[in-house]
C-alpha cells in the first residue's frame, strides 16, 4: 500500500509540475471545460425557470380549475333555455362533488358607461359570491361583494385597474356612482386578474362586475355563460372534470353539448415542452465540453510530443509504462477537474447572484419593515453533479489516446528524438 500510495504521489506532483510549467496552456485549455461545465448548470436553471414561469401564470388563471360551457348548435337548431348551465347545476355540482372546493358561474352583457359626458363601451359581468377565489381576482381597492350584496342585489360594482385609470386619474373611485345603461351603481372596489387573461375570459380591461342576482332581474337570464369549479386538490382535478361532465349531462336533455375542461393538458404541454428544452439544452452543453474535450487532447498530444525525451529518460531510468500512462492522465484530469470545478462554481453563483438582487428591498420598504419576495430562481444539484462527472469523465477519455501513446513510446527511440 506504501507503494502504491508512493506512486500515485509521484506521478500527481510530477503532472503538477508539468501543468506549472505552461500555466497559460492549461488555463486556455481548462476555459473549454469552465465553459462547458457552467452551461450545463445554467441551461437547467434557465429550464427551470421557464417551467416555473408557465406553471405559475396557469395557476395564475385559477387554482385547480375545471371549466364548463354550453356548445351553442348550428344556426338550423334552436337553441333551448333548458340547455343553459343555471345555478341549480352550481349547487348540484357543489352538493354532489366532494372533491369541489367551490363553484363559481357569471354572465356578461355589453354595454356603455357615462362619465363626465363621455360614453365609454364596457362588459358588464355578472359574477357570484365565490367568483372572486375561485379566480383569484387581486382587490386593489376597496372590496369584494359580500353575501348581503348577493342577497339584497345591491346595485354596487367592481371595476378593473385599468378602468379605474381611465375614468378616475386622480383619485379613488370607491364611492363614486357610475351610470351603466340605466341604471346607477356604487363603485365599492377596484380590482385585476392575477394573471392578465388578455381578453380570453370574461374579464377584459373594459369589465364592470356586478352581483349576479343583479345583472339576472336587469337581463332576465337566470344562466351562466361561463362556469367554474375548484378541485380541492392538483390529483382531483381529472376526476372533478368527469363528475362535472355527469353532473351536467343528467341534469339536461339528452341533446344537449357541454364542453368541460381543465388547464391539465396545458400545464401538461408546459412540461413536456421544458423537459425538450433541457434536454436540448443539455445536449449544447454536451457539445461543448465535447469540443473542450478535443482541445485537452490536442494539447496532451502536443505535450507528449514537446516531452518525449523526457519520457524517454523516465522509461530508461526504470519507469514503468504504467507510471507513464497515469502521469498524463492525471494532467488531463486535473485540467478537467480544476475546470469543472471552476464551471460548476460560475454555474451556482450567477443563480444565486441573481436570486440576491431580485430579493433586494427598495430602501422605502426597508425603512417600512416589508420583507422582500418575488421570483426565485432554482438551482438543480442534479446538474451541478451531472455537470462536474461530466466534465472530469470528458479529461479522462479524451486524455487516455495522448498518454497511452506516451506509454508505448520506446526508451531508444524516446532518447533518439530531437
Known sequence: MRNTLAFWHENLQLAL????????????????????????????????????????????????LVLAEMISPGASQNVFLSDQITPGDLQAVELEIPQVLRAAGTNDIRMSITVSGQVHPISLVGVTEGFEDVRRLVILDGRYFDQDDMI??????????????????????????????????????????????????????????????????????????????????PQDVPFVTQRVRDVLAGRHRPGAKYRVWNLASILKAAQNISRALTVLLILIGLIALTISGIGIMNIMLVTVTE???EIGIRKAIGAPRSAILFQFLAEAILISGTG?????????????????????????????????????????????VLAFV?????????????????????????????
Not at 485549455?29 to 448548470?41: D, K, N, P, Q, R
Not at 351610470?179 to 392575477?194: A, D
Open 390 to 418: 461530466v466534465s472530469c469523465a470528458t479529461g479522462l477519455v479524451f486524455g487516455y489516446l495522448p498518454a497511452d501513446r506516451a506509454a508505448r513510446l520506446h526508451p531508444t527511440e524516446a532518447l533518439r528524438y530531437e
Open 152 to 233: 339584497s342585489r345591491s346595485k354596487v360594482c367592481l371595476i378593473t385597474q385599468q378602468l379605474a385609470a381611465t375614468l378616475y386619474p386622480y383619485g379613488s373611485p370607491v364611492n363614486h356612482t357610475l351610470r351603466i345603461g340605466e341604471l346607477y351603481f356604487t363603485v365599492i372596489g377596484v380590482f385585476r386578474e392575477r394573471v392578465a387573461t388578455f381578453g380570453e375570459t370574461e374579464i377584459t380591461a373594459e369589465s364592470v362586475i356586478v352581483p349576479f342576482p343583479l345583472i339576472r332581474d336587469y337581463t332576465g337570464a337566470d344562466y351562466f355563460k361561463s362556469f367554474y369549479a375548484q378541485a380541492d386538490s
Open 340 to 384: 469543472a470545478l471552476i464551471g460548476v462554481a460560475i454555474g451556482v453563483l450567477i443563480p444565486v447572484t441573481a436570486n440576491f438582487v431580485l430579493h433586494l428591498p427598495p430602501v422605502a420598504d426597508l425603512l417600512s419593515g416589508v420583507m422582500p419576495g418575488g421570483i426565485v430562481i432554482p438551482i438543480s444539484w442534479f446538474s451541478v
Open 17 to 64: 509540475q508539468a501543468l506549472r510549467a505552461n500555466k497559460v496552456r492549461a488555463a486556455l485549455t481548462m476555459l473549454g471545460v469552465i465553459i462547458g461545465s457552467a452551461c450545463i448548470i445554467l441551461v437547467v436553471t434557465i429550464s427551470l425557470v421557464g417551467k416555473r414561469y408557465i406553471i405559475s401564470e396557469i395557476e395564475g388563471v385559477g387554482s385547480n
Open 307 to 309: 516531452r518525449t525525451r
